[in-house]
């Protein structure tokens, strides 16, 4: 966790955009394994599947062109599948009951318009900071809720340092904390920084000024800071907890094949990194929409572990 936010503070840029394509793959790839191993965490049996729908339609304005298929889905549209999908993670992780599912999604279809006014919260900060940040920080607290472990409510203090701590060191006006290539492969996931900057920063973004406010402001710098660390320590703190996770208990066929796609997923990034964006955009979002039901769980645990705690104490 230090480790990751002391380079964020020296080289935000890079650091994210090795830790996206060397660590990200082998995170997708072994925790959709781990996932299916405990039915993600969802009571039925075949709810995967619907995720990876939602998964398909949502991706294929992204990878739609690269195989020639061409897509209708607006923005809005995939506002509408990833409101379905949080509606759904929490219906499948709660009930079996197929008519109070029926009945949760119907009403989900009903109220699109209403998600269409939390537009950037589910289509911008959901599967980027909101997964990487707030759901890893929640899934330390109940594990150390759960286990009654100081040294983890001591990682859950640290990990909501650490992004006060990336604002201490302050960057000079114009300072250049990147790379040329990374100026190129940065571009896919401008987004999040000019949305964050826009909309928390309250800063005047415009297609003419967004390089200099991302790339050179102090504020956009301080900002890629906090990016980098979220999403490094996100992959980081997966792998750190293997002997607790025990994602790697798999068959030798599927840990075979795990590797392999990992090696051809780094193959692809430094061929060409937007070819590796392109390519790995559906398994990266389909592990955020697979793990939907286990955050509800994690969050329903953080309550019944605290209300224990509560009772203990009086």
């Known amino acids: 966790m230090l480790i990751s936010c002391v380079i964020a503070i020296i080289m935000p840029f890079e650091l994210f955009l090795f830790a996206y394509a060397i660590l990200g793959p082998l995170h997708y790839l072994t925790e959709i394994s781990w996932l299916h191993d405990r039915q993600y965490y969802s009571k039925g049996k075949y709810d995967g599947w619907f995720f990876l ?65 939390f537009f950037l919260f589910f289509s911008v900060f959901l599967p980027t900071l909101v997964h990487v940040f707030i759901f890893t920080a929640l899934f330390v607290l109940y594990g150390a809720l759960k286990t009654h472990s100081k040294s983890g409510y001591i990682s859950f203090a640290v990990m909501l340092a650490c992004p006060f701590a990336l604002f201490f060191v302050l960057p000079e006006q114009g300072d250049r904390l990147f790379s040329d290539y990374s100026l190129k492969a940065y571009n896919s996931f401008e987004a999040i920084n000019f949305y964050s900057l826009k909309h928390f920063f309250y800063i005047e973004m415009a297609k003419d000024n967004m390089v200099e406010n991302i790339y050179f402001s102090k504020t956009g710098i301080l900002l890629m800071r906090f990016i980098a660390f979220a999403y490094t320590y996100h992959y980081l703190n997966w792998f750190s907890k293997t002997n607790v996770i025990k994602w790697h208990k798999v068959p030798k066929s599927r840990l075979v094949v795990i ?9 692809l990034y430094i061929y060409d990194y937007k070819i590796g964006f392109t390519c790995l955009f559906l398994l990266s979002f389909l592990h955020v929409l697979l793990e939907l039901p286990l955050n509800v769980v994690s969050i329903r645990g953080i309550f019944q572990e605290s209300k224990l705690l509560l009772q203990k104490g009086n």
Not at 101 to 112: E, P
Not at 259 to 264: A, C, D, G, Q, S
């Open 53 to 117: 729908l939602l998964g398909i339609l949502i991706s294929l304005p992204v990878i739609g062109p690269a195989l020639n298929i061409k897509s209708s889905a607006g923005g809005n549209d995939i506002n509408h599948y990833i409101y379905l999908a949080v509606v759904a993670g929490v219906l499948f992780a709660v009930t079996k009951n197929i008519y109070f599912r029926i009945v949760g999604l119907l009403l989900a279809f009903l109220s699109f318009r209403m998600a269409d006014n």
């Open 259 to 267: 590797v392999i796609l990992w090696v051809t997923s780094i193959s």
